[in-house]
């Protein structure tokens, strides 16, 4: 203590500390210091051995008790000398923890060692200390100096208690600490003393003042109901104990101040009360609960208070009834009024309809109500019998299903229960409700608590008001009606049913008919023990999003069936189908549940035996169902439907005696009686027609697999198509009857209502048509193997959609008909082919020939109709996309893909970017379904692959992104099935690269799209390049421009890609490019591709190019000038001076006819191949390389026109329209004059212009031409040669083999040319 002077707070307390727990074992040792330090010097202490006083008493009080009367006087002697402060505080803690520890003392001093001391004597010792705080530091100003006061005072007070001449000062002081709630900010130190005193109080057995109870009921009543600052739960709970207290010790003047708050105070005042009085209600206080009855009479009005606080407050002391554990009767009976609570707040979301939101409070009201039944304890002796009726009439009422939960878990435990001990056990065991009645009436206070509790609550439970009065009459509890077995059942099915609001509600309904199997119906135990845990299995662990409400609906229809075959009980089924009956007329129209109770009741007309019962229900709903109410009609479907699994014959001969009735009664009806009528009449007859039309399918849907294929043809599919036809028939007559109405005005008047009715029923039939055609082809799909069944309606009906498509196309998007048609082509007999391209053109006319979204609004549609449309258009192409998926499936052979190729070609090429792109999306889902399954294409797409791969690549560069991306996709999918056909070892490659089309960035995209393009052309068979190439062409045409240039890209990768591969297709190719030059505006795409096949493949394009049917037209000429002027000019040229040569391989000039005609094709092959060499000289763009050819060329040329002069010029007989020709330009021409231009040309081209005009100036060419004077034209010819210096040794060498030549006119030629070098000086060493 004396290291502890002059240092911080913190470490005086941890060494105040440290002395606590050193007393543990010395105890007196250190005690004696403390003692010792209080009396030094008559000074005030050190704070530190205050708080250590304070603690030692609080820790060891009961040891403490030696030293109380000399450590109070030690502080009587320094009290005037404590100011404020912490010196304050110490001080008034050390009073407070050792009076407090002189009451524990008082309370247990049997356990103390030491010898006994009377109260007096601590009074006596307190009293002076307790008169000066009361004088001095009651009127203490700072906040912590009042707490500390209150609680030195609150514990002397407990002290003072026990001795009667101080007990009037106390009283005085008491009601001093009760006006400190208004003094005090913190109330809680001062509710603490309050309940300190109190106890004091009840333990002295000390009678109150009255005015003293009035005044803490007063207080702790105002603390419970303050709204500006409410007090914690902690707080809360001691001052209720503080009324429970004073309740045990005040009844009456406690019971007077509740009843008047109950009566008359504020809302809050009304809450705290009710929760005072649920204090009371739970409380082991006889004398209080001797005043409840008064309290429960006062607190009638409360049930039905319009403030949610109050009402929640009501049912908290509900709780508290319920959780007393009463055997009675009466506390059991407030059940009824939390159900009506709930129904109550439930009831107003659901009068809100579609735009109700939920009240946060009634939302907390309904969730105290499930937690009150949730924590209901039947496990207490006689809950069978108390709880059992009270909580099964609840099943039932759809008012409650919310509460089934809990609800569920209640009568689950009760029948447990009642298996576990035995009916007959169970019954002796529990008090019988007369009996407990009878025992509520007698003299203990509980039979008044009943009489008055029943009294409050029974206008809100259901009880009439004059019931509610006879408060002195015995209490009878009226008779639960108990809910029938087949209301149980109804109603749990209907909630089991429908998860999606709450999985565990229809686990709860689940569970509950396992557990009332034997109230229902005992031959369902077993069937039962079977299939709920199969259900509640398929239930685990599924939330909302992943339950599929038609599959669990499915299953719990199919449990029901399961539940019924063992009942052969007639009425009691009979009873479950009337129960159904009577809730359909309950239930909303157009709810979910109301067509589950038609499915329902359609099952179990189904496991019904009685058939007169059945013909009898059928009959009912076909007579009696209102047509115009579509959820009505659905659900007549729903009943006839299901009651065909087990009787298909009765069922279907019922509708179809009603159909054959209404159809001869229809037209009579429609035409009498008054404009309205007949309007009316009209309207009834076409909805009941749609209505049969889905009854028929509904039927073939759940008709036994076995019966189905004998009646479905004619009694189902017919009957169908039979009110199809008279729906045709209607629509004539209004076509028909429109025009003639125009002439008579009176007329039009009279049945215009009635024609513009006709309009929304006749779409309604033709969905109800397109509906039943889907689900009866559906439903003989189902059926497995059919054989060799053949519906020989099927072509019927499909005419029949397709003249509904061909005439309101609109319409048959908005209905779904291709789903129908999709459906109807996976049966047999098969369409034929010329039927499957009528169907395919029909359907794609319809779909992809609609306005663009930004065409219609052009046409002033509103931007929301005309977004509504495109939507609809989108799901148009999706189901197109199937129908064509399910025509290849069908189709046994590849005819059907070769007519979707025809079909989509058209529109993928058509001029409209919108029809485009529509197309292509059909294209993406038909390849896309091919890709994943080849049998579809049955090896189609790889015969067509270069014509799909010309197609599609035109389209990758389309002006429409989305275009592009499909086309690619597209690409990237044919690909992929040829790398599957052709076994391409980079097929995992061109997956990666399909893969990388759906890359963002742009640079990785066109870098993608090249690759690809490679490998497309790659896996292009060489047998298809000429398709591929015709394709890309016909896409040129309507192409622009930039379009354009893209798609020759395609060309030229194909043409460099694969030149080894198509060399025994370039003559075909070549053939294709030179029909297309006559026809196109694209000349140099086209020359440039043969370019490129010259690059490659020069021979065969050189062979190809001299066998053209037309000898130099215009398209040839400049394919020769083109490849002239190219940097192939002279390889060209080289390879036609070898032809040429070549061509004089044979002798000429026999006489034989034979030889005769073998000369004249090298005479017509020599001409061609001499005009292409004088093309290709004149276009070629260097000299000098036509200079070194010359020695080559030269020869060549003088050779043919030598060989030529004197040629005969009659016509034979000609082999082909190209020899035809030349024969006449040789008549037109002299033949040797063709080499003789040639050689012109050659030498004007090599020599400069004077050499060219001695030429012409010696009259060189006409000597040539002439034979006489041959020789000497040769002769000059050599010599101009000769000064022009042209004469190399290359061409000397070329034209010796001459001179021994069998042919005279070439030995004449070489011996006047040899003739002239020889005597020129400066060939002299040359000739040598």
């Not at 009074?123 to 000066?132: D, H, K, L, M, S």
């Not at 229809?557 to 539940?563: N, Q």
């Not at 709810?591 to 329902?600: G, I, T, V």
């Not at 591929?1028 to 890209?1049: C, Q, W």
């Amino acid at each position: 203590m004396r290291a502890a002077q002059g240092v911080t707070g913190d470490v005086k307390m941890a060494a105040s500390d440290v002395l606590v727990a050193l007393a543990r074992s010395h105890f007196h040792f250190v005690m004696s210091e403390l003692q010792s330090h209080l009396k030094a010097m008559r000074k005030v202490p050190d704070e530190i051995v205050l708080l250590t006083l304070g603690k030692m008493a609080r820790r060891y009080a009961l040891r403490c008790i030696p030293f109380v009367g000399m450590t109070l006087l030690a502080l009587r002697t320094v009290l005037t000398q404590v100011g404020s402060g912490e010196v304050l505080h110490a001080v008034c803690s050390v009073l407070e923890q050792w009076s407090q520890g002189v009451g524990t003392y008082l309370c247990s001093w049997e356990q103390c060692p030491f010898p006994r001391k009377g109260a007096a004597q601590f009074c006596e010792a307190i009293y002076p200390v307790f008169r000066y705080v009361v004088a001095n530091w009651l009127d203490c100003k700072e906040e912590e100096d009042k707490q500390a006061v209150l609680g030195a005072v609150a514990a002397m007070l407990g002290v003072l208690l026990h001795e009667e001449q101080h007990r009037e000062h106390t009283w005085e002081q008491l009601l001093w600490l009760l006006q400190q709630y208004q003094e005090v900010r913190d109330t809680s130190r001062l509710t603490k003393s309050l309940s300190y005193v109190l106890e004091i109080l009840e333990g002295v057995q000390t009678p109150m003042p009255q005015g003293t109870a009035l005044a803490i009921s007063t207080a702790v009543h105002r603390q419970l109901s303050d709204v500006t600052e409410e007090p914690g739960p902690a707080q809360k709970a001691v001052l209720s104990r503080c009324i429970m207290l004073q309740a045990r010790m005040r009844p009456e003047e406690t019971g007077v101040f509740l009843h008047s708050q109950l009566s008359g105070g504020s809302e809050a005042g009304r809450v705290a009360a009710l929760g005072l009085l649920g204090v009371l209600a739970r409380a082991d206080a006889p004398a209080a609960r001797e005043k409840l009855p008064q309290l429960v009479e006062a607190m009638r009005p409360l049930c039905s208070d319009p403030s949610a606080q109050v009402r929640r407050a009501v049912l908290e002391f509900s709780r508290e009834l319920l959780s007393s554990g009463s055997q009675s009767c009466w506390p059991w009976d407030v059940v009824g009024h939390i159900f009506s609570e709930f129904s109550r707040t439930s009831g107003r979301l659901v009068a809100g309809g579609l735009f109700a939101w939920e009240n946060p409070e009634d939302g907390a009201i309904r969730a105290l109500c499930l937690d009150i039944v949730g924590s209901l304890d039947v496990t207490l002796r006689g809950m069978t019998k108390l709880l059992w009726p009270r909580l099964l009439q609840y099943v039932v009422p759809a008012q409650y299903s919310g509460m089934l939960i809990p609800l569920s878990r209640c009568l689950r435990a009760l029948v447990e229960r009642r298996e576990r001990a035995g009916c007959e056990e169970e019954e002796e065991e529990e008090p019988d409700a007369t009996d407990s009645q009878e025992q509520a009436l007698g003299s203990p206070p509980a039979s008044a608590i009943a009489a008055q509790l029943l009294s409050a609550l029974r206008p809100v439970w259901g009880y009439r008001r004059r019931e509610a009065r006879r408060l002195t009459q015995p209490f009878c509890l009226p008779t639960a009606r108990l809910p029938a077995p087949q209301a149980l059942l109804a109603r749990l099915l209907v909630v089991a049913a429908a998860p999606y609001p709450s999985r565990e509600r229809a686990v709860a309904a689940l569970q509950l008919l396992q557990a009332l199997h034997g109230r229902i119906h005992r031959g369902l135990g077993a069937a039962w023990a079977t299939e709920i845990p199969l259900l509640l299995q398929y239930l685990e662990g599924r939330t909302e999003s992943s339950l599929a409400s038609a599959e669990w609906e499915h299953r719990v229809l199919k449990f029901l069936r399961a539940s019924l075959e063992p009942v052969e009980d007639k009425a009691w089924t009979i009873g479950l189908s009337q129960e159904l009956s009577q809730r359909l007329g309950s239930s909303a129209a157009g709810s979910w549940e109301k067509l589950f109770l038609y499915k329902a009741l359609g099952t179990v007309l189904a496991a019904c035996q009685d058939l007169r019962h059945i013909q009898g229900q059928v009959l009912k709903f076909l007579r009696e169902t209102n047509p115009v109410e579509l959820s009505e009609a659905k659900g007549m479907i729903s009943v006839v439907s299901h009651a065909a699994e087990s009787h298909f014959y009765l069922i279907l001969d019922r509708v179809t005696l009603f159909s054959a009735a209404f159809t001869r009664d229809w037209s009579y009806q429609g035409s009498t009686g008054w404009k309205v009528q007949r309007r009316q009449k009209m309207e009834r007859t076409w909805t009941i027609r749609a209505a049969l039309m889905r009854t028929y399918s509904g039927i073939a849907l759940h008709a036994p697999k076995e019966q189905l294929l004998t009646c479905v043809d004619k009694d189902i599919m017919g009957n169908i198509l039979r009110l199809s036809r008279d729906n045709e028939r209607m629509q004539v007559l209004r076509g028909f009857l429109l025009p003639m109405l125009l002439f008579h005005l009176s007329a039009l008047q009279r049945v215009q209502g009635v024609l513009c009715s006709l309009w929304p029923q006749d779409l309604q039939l033709k969905l109800a048509l397109v509906q039943s055609i889907a689900e009866v082809s559906c439903a003989i799909q189902a059926v497995g193997d059919c054989g060799s069944f053949e519906l020989s309606s099927k072509q019927e009906a499909t005419r029949t959609l397709l003249d509904w498509i061909e005439r309101e196309p609109w319409d048959s998007l908005v209905y779904g008909v291709f789903h129908a048609l999709e459906e109807l082509s996976k049966l047999r007999p098969p369409l034929s082919g010329k039927e499957n391209r009528n169907l395919l053109a029909v359907c794609c006319q319809s779909v992809l020939s609609h306005p663009s979204e930004e065409q219609m609004k052009k046409g002033r549609k509103s931007v929301r109709a005309a977004v509504n449309m495109e939507l609809l258009h989108r799901r148009g192409m999706e189901d197109l996309g199937h129908l064509i998926e399910t025509l290849l499936e069908a189709e046994a052979t590849s005819a059907c893909f070769r007519n979707v190729v025809h079909v989509l070609k058209g529109w993928l090429t058509s001029a409209k970017e919108w029809e485009r792109e529509r197309a292509l999306r059909v294209c993406t889902h038909v390849l896309a379904a091919c890709k994943e399954r080849c049998e579809l294409t049955r090896g189609c797409p790889y015969k067509q692959f270069g014509s799909l791969v010309g197609l599609l690549g035109s389209l990758t560069s389309d002006c429409l992104a989305t275009c592009r991306q499909r086309a690619w996709v597209c690409l990237g999918y044919l690909l992929q099935m040829q790398a599957k056909s052709m076994k391409v070892p980079q097929a995992d490659e061109i997956r990666c690269l399909c893969e990388e089309l759906n890359s963002p960035d742009t640079e990785t995209f066109a870098e993608t799209c090249t690759q690809i393009r490679k490998a497309v052309c790659r896996c292009i068979p060489a047998a298809q390049a000429v398709d591929f190439l015709t394709a890309i062409l016909d896409s040129l045409r309507p192409v622009k421009p930039p379009r354009a240039r893209a798609v020759r890209k395609w060309a030229f990768i194909f043409l460099v890609e694969c030149r080894k591969e198509i060399v025994q297709e370039v003559p075909k190719i070549l053939n294709t490019l030179y029909s297309y030059m006559q026809q196109s505006t694209h000349r140099p795409f086209l020359l440039r591709a043969v370019f490129l096949l010259a690059r490659f493949h020069q021979e065969p394009v050189i062979s190809s190019l001299l066998q053209k049917s037309l000898l130099m037209d215009s398209d040839t000429v400049e394919l020769w000038r083109s490849l002239g002027r190219s940097i192939l000019g002279i390889r060209i040229l080289r390879g036609l001076v070898e032809k040429l040569n070549r061509a004089g391989s044979d002798r000429l000039g026999t006489d034989s006819s034979t030889c005769e005609r073998h000369n004249r094709q090298t005479a017509l092959e020599t001409l061609t191949i001499t005009r292409a060499i004088s093309e290709v000289v004149l276009a070629l763009r260097s000299t000098e390389e036509l200079r070194q050819l010359l020695p080559h060329l030269l020869p060549s040329l003088l050779r043919w026109a030598s060989e030529m002069l004197g040629a005969e010029r009659r016509l034979l007989l000609m082999s082909s329209w190209r020899q035809l020709f030349l024969e006449c330009a040789m008549h037109v021409e002299k033949p040797c004059r063709i080499f003789l231009s040639a050689i012109e040309l050659v030498l004007g081209r090599c020599m400069v212009q004077k050499w060219t005009r001695l030429l012409v100036n010696r009259a060189v060419w006409a000597r040539l031409e002439d034979p006489l004077a041959h020789p000497e034209g040769v002769r000059l010819l050599t010599r101009i040669l000769l000064h022009a210096g042209l004469v190399s040794p290359c061409l000397v060498k070329n034209l010796l083999p001459w001179l021994d030549s069998c042919s005279v006119k070439l030995r004449v030629t070489a011996t006047a040319c040899f003739a002239e070098i020889s005597r020129d000086r400066r060939t002299t060493g040359t000739s040598k």
